[in-house]
């Protein structure tokens, strides 16, 4: 997958506000129901449902924020800022929707309720399961437009944490009205709530999988993850494809925001190419006559040309970077070293 072109592969407002809005409305409904018929799993759907409620608030609140500027105290932007609210979303998955999702499966194992099963609860849930279907479907396109031409398996591993919190959690959510449904059934056949509190332990289980993921994939950028591999050697090929350098040294390279790179690198240059390129536009020979005879003359020639190297040097790099700049656009901050 070539990955020269800039592509800032990031999910735009309308999928979180639509999956927030979502599941504000099916948190309601849930914990209405659950509080009226005790229900271990209906329970464990309204805090799931108020679980990613609290943690689209948080992916909007890192996406707008990490839309800022640069400033002088944070020369390099706000970008990963996205990274920081989505790990702590990511907590507040594990700790609120799964922590609390399975302690109260585990207690009403311990201490079974009676149960009060109506229509009402599968009215609920089938709304529920069409909202979260729908938010997913948005999600899910969102992510087919950024990523055209890859699989969907690809398309997960190369999604920015902001995206695959949307997917994850909303394939949860409909997963988890499909294991309530079925949870509360087997309770009210068998009379035995037992069955609606592993519903309960099941789905925070789920939960606790897509928190785990999420935490592991914002700590990788926020520890300084590393540009994709396919982009990090085409960049050291157009840098050894120039003739004024030898190779390339130490690289090393961050990502900033999504589709926003940095790199670092230093250089070995050739000496014999710089000097073509000084004298472009004149002779070494005339220079050499101008001077051979004239100590002085020679001095001052040695001077200007003392001078006149680590300028042209600072000049190609500045014309390679510009070069870099134009192929990969997503690369925005560049420092090229002499070694």
């Not at 302690?103 to 089938?126: D, K, M, N, Q």
């Not at 789905?203 to 590393?226: E, H, M």
């Amino acid at each position: 997958m070539a990955l020269s072109g800039s592509g800032t592969h990031t999910i735009g407002l309308w999928p979180v506000i639509a999956a927030l809005v979502g599941n504000s409305l099916v948190a309601t409904i849930k914990f209405a129901v659950a509080i009226a018929s005790g229900s271990s799993s209906m329970f464990s759907e309204s805090i799931h449902s108020f679980a990613d409620m609290a943690n689209q608030a948080l992916l909007l609140i890192g996406l707008r924020r990490s839309r800022k500027k640069a400033t002088k105290g944070y020369h390099y932007g706000y970008g990963r800022e996205r990274f920081f609210w989505a790990l702590i979303s990511a907590c507040g998955i594990f700790f609120v929707g799964a922590g609390v999702t399975v302690y109260h499966g585990i207690s009403t194992i311990i201490e079974p309720e009676a149960l009060e099963i109506s229509r009402t609860i599968f009215t609920v849930l089938f709304i529920s399961f069409v909202i979260e279907l729908w938010t997913l479907a948005v999600a899910l396109r969102s992510l087919q437009k950024m990523f055209p031409e890859e699989t969907w398996r690809e398309r997960i591993e190369l999604a920015d944490p902001t995206t695959l919190a949307i997917c994850l959690e909303d394939s949860v959510a409909v997963i988890g009205v499909g294991i309530a449904a079925g949870s509360i059934s087997l309770a009210y056949y068998t009379g035995n709530p037992v069955w609606d509190a592993l519903g309960s332990i099941v789905i925070g289980g789920l939960l606790g999988i897509v928190a785990i993921t999420l935490i592991i994939k914002n700590r990788s950028y926020l520890i300084g993850r590393a540009i994709p591999e396919d982009m990090r050697e085409e960049i050291i090929e157009v840098l050894v494809a120039d003739p004024a350098i030898e190779k390339v040294i130490d690289f090393k390279s961050a990502v900033l925001d999504i589709g926003v790179y940095r790199i670092k690198c230093e250089v070995e240059m050739n000496g014999s190419a710089l000097l073509k390129e000084a004298y472009r536009h004149g002779s070494l020979r005339d220079e050499y006559d101008g001077v051979k005879n004239d100590f002085e003359e020679f001095k001052r020639f040695c001077v200007d040309y003392a001078d006149r190297i680590p300028r042209l040097i600072g000049k190609h790099i500045d014309k390679v970077e510009a070069k870099l700049m134009k192929k990969f656009p997503s690369v925005r901050h560049i420092d090229i070293e002499i070694n």
